[in-house]
T-cell receptor, first 109, second 112 residues
Framework: GIQVEQSPPDLILQEGANSTLRCNFS?????LQWFHQNPWGQLINLFYIPSGTKQNGRLSATTVATERYSLLYISSSQTTDSGVYFCAVDNFGNEKLTFGTGTRLTIIP | DAGVTQSPTHLIKTRGQQVTLRCSPKSGHDTVSWYQQALGQGPQFIFQYYEEEERQRGNFPDRFSGHQFPNYSSELNVNALLLGDSALYLCASSPDTSYEQYFGPGTRLTVT
């Protein structure tokens, strides 16, 4: 099956800093989503981005499908950005998501 | 517009028992998928329901079974619980017109 790798596994930043999270995948994809998992376990949709670039406030994402990677950018980090960020892909168009192992982001005041 | 809802929030069961978890999809969504997330790992796909049929299944034993009702809500049943079944169980729904999935808050199952 498709492999999904995320880096870095852990990231500790000062409030106000910028960060870049990376997701590499091993095959072409029909769907790529970025999620933020809060401390209570809820997966919050950030982006649905199988290709191209999107922006939502302080967050933006870029997927380069031909090179099989996606990047999530967080600018001017806030403590509420802390949590685990997951990239998930579906490469058959059957809505079966394969998740990466996540990046744990900690923002220090 | 209510999002995906799941019940119960938390559950404690004993080894060997059976459990049923419930999920109501987001309004307008007809496909429901279930995922298991062990501590410190990413969610793993269990199975997916569409038009009241199991459409595809991940690498989970037959102890895991499910059902989808005519109103698109779904149940996940786990028989003969093992300690290793302790996890967060997540339900996701998606519409017929998009691949984008939306997740519920999860049910945290503890098997003792």
């Amino acid at each position: 099956g498709i492999q999904v790798e995320q880096s870095p596994p852990d990231l500790i930043l000062q409030e106000g800093a910028n960060s870049t999270l990376r997701c590499n995948f091993s095959d072409s994809v029909n769907n790529l989503q970025w999620f933020h998992q809060n401390p209570w376990g809820q997966l919050i949709n950030l982006f649905y981005i199988p290709s191209g670039t999107k922006q939502n406030g302080r967050l933006s994402a870029t997927t380069v499908a031909t090179e099989r990677y996606s990047l999530l950018y967080i600018s001017s980090s806030q403590t509420t950005d802390s949590g685990v960020y997951f990239c998930a892909v579906d490469n058959f168009g059957n809505e079966k998501l394969t998740f990466g192992t996540g990046t744990r982001l900690t923002i220090i005041p | 517009d209510a999002g995906v809802t799941q019940s119960p929030t938390h559950l404690i069961k004993t080894r060997g028992q059976q459990v049923t978890l419930r999920c109501s999809p987001k309004s307008g969504h007809d496909t429901v998928s279930w995922y298991q997330q062990a501590l410190g790992q990413g969610p793993q796909f269990i199975f997916q329901y569409y038009e009241e049929e199991e459409r595809q299944r991940g690498n989970f034993p037959d102890r895991f079974s499910g059902h989808q009702f005519p109103n698109y809500s779904s149940e996940l049943n786990v028989n003969a619980l093992l300690l290793g079944d302790s996890a967060l169980y997540l339900c996701a729904s998606s519409p017929d017109t998009s691949y984008e999935q939306y997740f519920g808050p999860g049910t945290r199952l503890t098997v003792t």
